[in-house]
């Protein structure tokens, strides 16, 4: 392989790994992490951070060779258990190595396949419309600069404009504006273009591999559901490539006619009326261009349905659809790819030597369960927990993730309405069921509109992250508040520091699920995953060095008397001071005492006439803040959701599901089904709960994330984690050659997972105890 081929690689297949890493970690921790610095300071922080970096390295390496090693005994057991009926058959003492066949299974039969999982795929019909949309947004936004190319521009004059006084000839003058938002509403423009030609070029690589597939499961919701047949699904494939097309030469168009303009106005540069007129025109292309996009039928919604007539059962075609694209994915593991197959289901014969359906479906159906069967190999919390603990550490293994899982959406529920409380300038206490409420709405009954955005969400959030990171750095450059170092102090930043870095040990099974069992692929994953970390360590670290430039660690007593003011402040220096007396300034103290994000004091201080120069950062922060929490509410409740549907449906039994069907009562019914009704009602008692612990400790979010959250989670990694790492180093797992396997002296290292978390364990419990005994 050559390096362009490696570097090409890296870019496109391990780079997903690097950004879901980032997107786990950045969560609440980064609101909370500087409030727990206002007594400890900046070098504390940085002795505990990096000793926790240093353990989390130690836990991917050690907890990837956890997977690989359940993922082969899984294999195993399912060859064991059923070799008349196992799809891959081989020799008795042949070991699933990463060399054998079983491979086949993880090349194809994984959970996170955008070729294979029309919910996940970027190209969809709402995750176009956002697209498009956004994209709609920053033209009308850059057409108005275009517009007051010389002058103000009252379309962004309260996001983007600041003024700066300056001294001339002994007067002030305020018409001097600052280029800093422009600069930044420059590189926000190339970024989300960037993202969105990454996006469509990532849908027509995967709609082209369609091309080799025959009847991809990414296709049955709009070709068999729209009983589209034969030949008509080759032209939806050439038809949605050529669309795509269509779409980025309108992107391309965009970036062409607002980028020189942007790249003038940065620079303030005054232009003549003709060249304003020219750059009008370029503007107004794209959207000449969009008119076209009116006509596709992605963008059409269809309230009526056309009634197609045809001879054949339909909904007899769907389910025989669907499930020979089932076994068309078994097929290819286990058979070399024949090119272009035929389109159409073939008929089993059945006993009178006449093809029926029937027979049919009941033979595809077979192979549709060894194709569950397979997927059952592939490793995830729930299945760690099954083959790695004992039986009376699984329930407590898979209650503490839930449990975990719950503080983090408290926690999100409470730093969300703070996010939106400052933005708005709103009741607090007011916000918090209108931001549970609503996230829980759209979460429980809109989960298939939401799918596909997300991924884009996440990657805008982590570009915000990083642009709040860097322009709060330039701040507190200027700023430079003096910061106090207390060593005694050093615990609350430890044990945020394990919530701040935690996160990766619930993801990394559903990204080690789309992973080839070679060797390159593991190091690659684990390379990716490193640098995911190291990331947002730096993240973090420049973060909390910001925010302690510019919010004071203590708050200092102000009063209208200015000697009443002296007065005080001496007395709060010397702890005297009386309550009543004075107002505190904004402080990571005062945050604290408060449980309020540190953005929150933040935002108050930028938003001073002090700082006016500085008002945009807060603007920003806040923009960064309250995208952040509802991108990550809305991923981990969907997380929460669909662990509820998964409990319930391994308790369901299909017998029920015929004998409490609604369908008597109308074809309405087909959709709403009993057993989802009770996967929501289970769904809508848990965020009840989320709302419930939200609204009796509104003041909580510090407490809940210390003390709470980092307990379930250093219990999840120092105890049941140290387990498994312990069970896959015994010799009954050293049997299997692993792809990339870790050397025999490294092994010894795994003691200081166990050894951190657990110290971390005790300490959070004496922590707790303290603070309710205090």
């Not at 509109?449 to 805008?460: A, G």
Request: hydrophobic letters at 45%; a positive charge; charged letters at 15%.
């Amino acid at each position: 392989m050559t390096f362009g081929e490696s570097l090409y690689k890296i870019v496109s297949h391990y780079s997903q790994f690097y950004f879901v890493a980032i997107a786990s970690i950045l969560g609440t921790g980064i609101l909370g992490l500087p409030v727990t610095l206002s007594d400890s300071g900046f070098r504390p922080f940085i002795i505990s951070f990096l000793i926790c970096y240093f353990v989390q390295v130690l836990t991917i390496f050690f907890f990837t060779e956890v997977l690989q090693k359940a993922y082969y005994r899984n294999v195993e057991n399912l060859q064991l258990s059923d070799k008349d009926n196992a799809p891959i058959h081989m020799e008795k003492d042949e070991l699933p190595t990463y060399g054998s066949d079983y491979d086949l299974a993880a090349r194809q039969a994984h959970f996170w396949d955008s070729t294979i999982n029309y919910k996940s795929t970027l190209y969809s019909k709402y995750c176009l419309i956002f697209g498009l949309f956004l994209i709609y947004f920053l033209s009308s936004l850059f057409l108005s600069i275009h517009i007051t190319m010389g002058g103000d521009n009252p379309l962004i004059i309260n996001i983007c404009k600041s003024i700066k006084p300056k001294k001339f000839f002994f007067q002030y003058n305020d018409n001097e504006t600052s280029l800093i938002p422009t600069k930044i509403l420059y590189l926000l423009f190339i970024l989300l273009n960037l993202l969105t030609l990454t996006w469509i070029y990532t849908s027509y690589k995967d709609i082209f591999k369609l091309k080799r597939k025959c009847l991809a499961t990414v296709f049955f919701y709009s070709l068999v559901l729209t009983k589209f047949q034969e030949h008509e699904r080759s032209n939806m494939v050439n038809q949605s490539l050529k669309r795509l097309l269509y779409v980025s030469l309108f992107v391309l168009s965009n970036i062409i006619s607002i980028l020189p303009g942007l790249t003038i106005k940065s620079l303030n540069i005054t232009l003549n009326i003709y060249f304003r007129i020219f750059f009008i025109y370029l503007t107004i292309l794209p959207w000449c261009e969009s008119v076209t996009f009116l006509f596709f039928n992605e963008m059409k919604f269809r309230f009526i349905k056309k009634k197609f007539i045809t001879k054949k059962n339909p909904d007899l075609q769907q389910r025989i659809g669907t499930q020979y694209g089932e076994f068309v994915e078994l097929r290819d593991m286990v058979v070399p790819s024949r090119g272009d197959v035929e389109s159409s289901v073939p008929l089993m014969l059945n006993d009178n030597g006449d093809h029926d359906i029937t027979t049919t479906m009941k033979y595809y159906a077979r192979q549709s369960n060894k194709v569950d069967t397979i997927k059952q190999c592939l490793p995830n919390l729930h299945s760690l927990g099954e083959l790695l603990l004992p039986c009376f550490l699984r329930q407590l293994f898979t209650l503490t993730v839930l449990l975990s899982l719950l503080c983090l959406l408290v926690s999100y529920a409470l730093a969300g309405s703070q996010a939106f409380t400052t933005l708005f300038h709103v009741n607090y206490i007011k916000m918090i069921p209108v931001f549970c409420w609503t996230w829980t709405f759209v979460i429980i009954f809109l989960h298939s509109f939401i799918q596909p955005i997300i991924s884009v969400l996440t990657f805008l959030k982590g570009t915000l992250f990083t642009g709040t990171v860097v322009v709060t750095l330039l701040v507190g450059l200027k700023v430079q508040n003096p910061v106090t170092n207390d060593y005694k102090a050093i615990g609350d930043s430890f044990l945020m520091s394990t919530i701040a870095l935690g996160g990766l040990m619930n993801v990394m099974p559903l990204m080690f699920s789309k992973l080839k069992q070679t060797r390159d692929e593991i190091i690659g994953f684990n390379v990716a995953l490193f640098l995911g970390l190291t990331t947002c360590v730096i993240l973090n670290i420049l973060w909390c060095w910001s925010i302690l430039a510019i919010v004071p660690q203590r708050s200092t007593c102000l009063s209208n008397n200015l000697n009443e003011s002296i007065q005080m402040v001496f007395n709060l220096l010397n702890e005297s001071q009386i309550k009543g007396q004075c107002i505190y300034s904004p402080s990571l103290q005062r945050a604290e005492l408060n449980g309020e994000i540190s953005t929150v004091p933040l935002s108050k201080i930028l938003e001073t006439d002090d700082y006016k120069f500085f008002q945009y950062v807060s603007f920003i922060v806040q923009l960064f803040i309250v995208i952040s929490i509802s991108v990550s509410f809305m991923t981990m409740g969907s997380a929460l959701h669909h662990t509820i549907k998964g409990v319930v449906d391994s308790f369901w039994n299909p017998t029920i599901e015929a004998e409490t069907s609604l369908t008597k009562y109308g074809n309405i019914f087909q959709y709403i089904t009993v057993r989802r009704i009770i996967q929501c009602i289970f769904s809508l008692i848990i965020f009840s709960i989320v709302f419930g612990i939200a609204m009796s400790n509104p003041k909580g979010f510090k407490s809940i994330l210390e003390q709470a959250g980092s307990l379930f989670q250093n219990i999840e990694m120092g105890i049941f984690l140290a387990i498994m790492i312990y069970k896959v180093t015994a010799t009954e797992y050293r049997r299997y050659v692993l792809p990339f396997q870790l050397p025999q002296w490294f092994i010894t290292f795994q003691w200081i997972i166990p050894i951190y978390f657990g110290f971390a364990v005790i300490y959070d419990i004496y922590h707790i105890v303290w603070h309710y005994l205090k």
